[in-house]
């Protein structure tokens, strides 16, 4: 009796953490430095920080982040059949081996999104924060739940990457928001380099599934114009990025402290990335895989430095 108990644990546990796998909850953690990015430059601002709002804060962009690809692959099972998951991009390919938790996966999604819009409301009451904060939770999480989902599906229809590019506003946005209580024009105008690195991001993660898409039906920008096309545009939104922060300098509207030349010469990474592949211009699948991941270790990298300068700011 105790080994069939035991085998039926293990085997509950296995399919537990597929579970888990199949929401990539490594994606949520990782846009911890997103958050924080925007947190910290609330703080420049003379924002005082409070760490249950900080807590709070990410507790609804990991709830959102995580929701994300539960429905997101329950949405795009029948295109995912005709692809192979990578490290960085396609569905987890759970749902694929278990067909029988499609249901379940957007059950969940649901109920990490009603998580995610509850606590938003918790700390705008905690707080007296205007009623904004809340319409600006549900309005991300609308825009990821369009991405795939019907009647909208933008990613079948070549508009994905506009959503996705604004998770470069959205994320940072709800750090800076979830601090300061607002969003304002110097915020807005931090965004617009940010959106040229999710742009790169966006595009980086859609050129290993090129082929599974065009076979799925997804009109991603990748799957219609090419793999030498994304290339093109990955080089030119780290350009502009690096210029974008570059300008900011010139806008007067931020703690002087902050030297934005330095934040340029940290987004060169990304930017130099860009320029190499554009170069190189790699066509085969197993290469260009190969600098996207290149190109996201770069992002995550320059945005870590960038909290790093944004940190050693703070007295």
């Known amino acids: 009796m105790s080994k069939n108990v035991t085998v039926n644990a293990n085997y509950n546990m296995k399919h537990l953490l597929k579970f888990i796998k199949l929401g990539k909850p490594q994606f949520a953690v990782g846009l911890f430095f997103y958050f924080s990015l925007g947190a910290l430059l609330g703080v420049l601002f003379n924002a005082q920080f409070v760490l249950s709002k900080f807590i709070l804060g990410f507790a609804i962009i990991f709830l959102s982040t995580w929701a994300v690809h539960y429905h997101n692959d329950y949405f795009d099972f029948d295109s995912d059949q005709y692809g192979i998951p990578t490290a960085i991009s396609g569905g987890s390919g759970v749902l694929i081996e278990h067909p029988e938790w499609r249901n379940k ?110 076979l799925g039906g997804k009109m991603t920008w990748i799957a219609s114009k090419g793999r030498k096309f994304g290339f093109q545009i990955i080089a030119i939104s780290g350009i502009l990025a690096t210029i974008s922060f570059l300008l900011l300098s010139y806008t007067n509207l931020f703690p002087a402290i902050i030297d934005f030349r330095i934040i340029a010469v940290i987004s060169l990474i990304p930017m130099s990335l860009g320029v190499i592949e554009l170069i190189k211009n790699p066509n085969d699948k197993a290469t260009a895989t190969k600098f996207c991941i290149y190109n996201l270790a770069g992002i995550f990298i320059t945005v870590i430095l960038i909290n790093l300068y944004f940190l050693s700011l703070l007295k």
Do not use: C, H
């Open 105 to 214: 996966s957007k059950i969940m999604g649901i109920t990490l999104i009603g998580l995610a819009i509850a606590i938003s409301a918790l700390l705008t009451y905690l707080f007296s924060y205007p009623i904004t904060f809340v319409l600006f939770v549900i309005i991300a999480n609308l825009i990821a739940w369009v991405y795939a989902a019907p009647p909208f599906k933008l990613s079948y229809r070549g508009l994905g990457e506009f959503g996705n590019t604004a998770i470069g506003l959205l994320f940072p946005g709800l750090g800076y928001f979830a601090i300061i209580g607002t969003l304002n024009l110097p915020f807005f105008i931090f965004a617009i380099p940010m959106l040229f690195l999710q742009l790169l991001f966006t595009i980086s993660v859609e050129i290993p599934d090129m082929e599974g898409d065009r």
